[in-house]
Each structure stands twice: as C-alpha cells, then as structure tokens.
C-alpha cells in the first residue's frame, strides 16, 4: 500500500487540499468547496451588520449641525435665541413649537423626521441670510415665565377668537391676554386670564378646543416678542354684535380687522 500526502494548511488561510496519490507519484492541488464556505460566511457577515442609527439631537448638543438648526428655526420664526452651536432649553422649546406646528411628534429632539421636514420647510434659507421682517427679540420678564402649555392655551384662544382676522388682528388678541397678565386686574395666570368667567367668547361656546393653526402660534410668538398692535389695550369688541353698554363705554384705542380695541 503506498504512502499518502496530505497537507495540514493554517485554519485563517483559504484551504486547499491535496489529493491522495500513490508514492512517488506528484500532488496536484484541487480547491475544496470549504473556500467556498468560509467566502459565504463573510459575505453573510458584512450583509448583517447593523446599520448605524441616524443621530438625534438633544439638549446639551454642540456643533456645527446645532448652529445651521437654529439658524433655520429662526429662519421660519420659531427661534428667537442667540444663535451659539448650543442645543439650549430655548431650542429645544423651538423645536417643539415647530414640531408641533407641522404635525410631527412633539419631543423636543431633531431626529431624522424632523430635520427632513426642518429641510424641506427653510429651502430658500441660505447661510448668513436675514429674514425681511424679524420681531423684536426683547422678552417681557411675564413672558419668561410662560410655559409650553400656557403658549399652547394662548394659541388656542387666539385662533378661536380671531380666526378670520388679518394676521395683525391676531397678534392683538394675543397681546390682551399678555396685557391682562402684566395688570393687578386680572387673574396672575394665563389659564386664569383665559377661563375667567364671561372673558372670552370661545371659552363660552367651546370653540377654545379648536386646533390652533400655525399663524396663530406665530402671532403668540410675536407677542411675546414684544409686538402689541393694540397699544396697551385690556379689551376688545365686535362692533357688529357687542350689546353691552359697558364694552361701548370703555376708551377706545383703535379698530383692526373686526374687532375694536379698548382700555
């Protein structure tokens, strides 16, 4: 019987075995399927690997992505901060309100979703632009108080009151109630100042419930900014169907859209 050749290969090594032949006689390599095998776990091995999530940003974020965040944000008018790289509290509350405001989950976070909607809502943004018409940027000490819900409840009042109305009409509802809040007068709570007994004709027919639109969050926003079209005024009346002799007895300050506007 004639000696076999076999060959003992490094087991990382593609593997190749000899096949068996008489003494004397010449060894010739053949590729075994085994190579075949180890090939496919690889292939299986790189197939598999997880794919890496895609960031979300959160409060206590820097960097450049933050900067270009906030920039769009402002860019739309939900931010009003300075603009630092820095995902602040501030920030957070802008992405919330915009979330909010384009029907996304309201977290707080920019994950994929929302910077996918943030990208598509700022595409004439550009770098170092300046929005045409920026509100002034200086916050009442009332309106630092304001929580989210407080600003929501504000929305809500204003698109149930003044639905319909110009923009600027808007901004004016959204000023009497931050007015009523700076006075001794009236409730010390925005909650307050809404539900207030015979206050507000929404809250009376229910219509408060009403989604806000995004124009009615914006013009909180740009009250709160500073902008009251209404000069100081506590009240306001629709001429066409106020009957109380009390509200047409108060001193008049000016009219916008429907409403008339008094102290």
């Not at 003494?23 to 010449?26: C, K």
């Not at 992505?65 to 906030?70: A, D, R, S």
């Not at 806000?212 to 709160?224: E, G, Q, Y």
């Given at each position: 019987m004639g000696e076999a050749l076999v060959s003992v290969v490094n087991s990382d090594a593609p593997r190749l075995l000899f096949s068996v032949v008489p003494?004397?006689?010449?060894a010739v390599s053949?590729?075994?399927t085994a190579k075949a095998n180890v090939e496919s776990q690889h292939v299986a091995k790189r197939v598999s690997l997880p794919v890496p999530r895609a960031r979300v940003y959160k409060p206590g974020d820097r960097g450049g992505?933050?900067?270009?965040?906030?920039r769009r944000l402002r860019f739309l008018g939900f931010y009003t901060g300075k603009i630092n790289g820095i995902y602040t509290w501030r920030t957070y509350r802008a992405v919330r309100l915009f979330q909010y405001s384009f029907g996304l989950r309201v977290t707080g976070l920019t994950d994929a979703k929302t910077r996918a909607k943030l990208w598509k809502a700022t595409r004439r943004w550009r770098p170092g632009g300046v929005r045409t018409v920026q509100a002034r940027r200086v916050y009442r000490k009332t309106a630092r108080q304001l929580s989210w819900n407080d600003i929501k409840l504000m929305a809500h009042a204003v698109h149930a009151e003044a639905r319909g109305e110009p923009y600027i009409g808007k901004v004016a509802v959204a000023a009497v109630i931050l007015n009523r809040l700076k006075s001794d007068r009236f409730p010390n709570t925005t909650a307050g100042i809404i539900f207030q007994p015979m206050a507000f004709e929404a809250v009376a027919d229910g219509q408060?419930?009403?989604?806000?639109?995004?124009?009615?969050?914006?013009?909180?926003?740009?009250?709160?900014?500073g902008w009251d079209p209404t000069n100081g005024a506590l009240f306001y009346f629709n001429p066409a169907r106020a009957k109380s002799k009390w509200i047409w007895s108060r001193p008049q300050i000016k009219r916008i859209g429907k409403h008339i506007f008094t102290r």
């Open positions: 003494n004397g006689g010449h053949v590729q075994s992505y933050v900067w270009e965040l906030q408060i419930w009403m989604q806000p639109d995004r124009d009615s969050f914006k013009a909180v926003r740009d009250a709160l900014n």
